[in-house]
């Protein structure tokens, strides 16, 4: 009987996630040429938040481009906005 032997070779994947934490709030003038506005109603549960088409446009295809939904995108970086400040106020009470 012959003897076989293999060599084989394992490949292991090791993934890291780091939360990316702003190292400050971004926080922007909105130019002249631009439109982004914030609308209340009274007695409504909410707001409308306008911004011009390119400036949405261009969002969206960034996000496409990496797989990314563009509402899900924005609704995380307000709540992340949202999140961070809460921190600091607890820091600073």
């Known amino acids: 009987?012959?003897?076989?032997?293999?060599?084989?070779?394992d490949t292991v994947k090791i993934t890291r996630k780091t939360d990316l934490v702003p190292f400050e709030?971004?926080?922007?003038?909105?130019?002249?040429?631009?439109?982004f506005d914030v609308r209340y109603y009274r007695d409504r549960l909410w707001v409308l938040i306008f911004m011009d088409r390119e400036t949405f446009e261009s969002l969206k295809s960034l996000c496409d481009a990496r797989g990314l939904d563009v509402k899900k995108v924005v609704y995380g970086s307000i709540m992340k906005t949202r999140d961070i400040l809460r921190e600091?106020?607890?820091k600073n009470e």
Do not use: D, G, L, N
């Open 25 to 35: 709030i971004p926080s922007r003038e909105i130019p002249q040429s631009r439109i």
């Open 88 to 90: 600091e106020a607890k």
């Open 1 to 9: 009987m012959k003897e076989e032997s293999t060599k084989i070779k």
